[in-house]
């Protein structure tokens, strides 16, 4: 049996640029949460 050259397929690129780190997840996670914390802290 004669089987063809394997080609990988093109990598695509992504849109938009790089993807953003995981650090920016955390962030808008944490930051309304530390500001919530802080607006129902009692005075």
């Known amino acids: 049996m004669?089987?063809?050259e394997y080609r990988?397929?093109?990598a695509r690129p992504r849109p938009g640029g790089r993807a953003p780190s995981p650090l920016v997840f955390?962030?808008?996670i944490a930051v309304p949460a530390?500001?919530?914390v802080a607006a129902l802290r009692p005075r």
Do not use: E, M
């Open 8 to 10: 990988a397929a093109p």
């Open 34 to 36: 530390v500001v919530a």
């Open 26 to 28: 955390v962030l808008l």
């Open 2 to 4: 004669n089987y063809p």
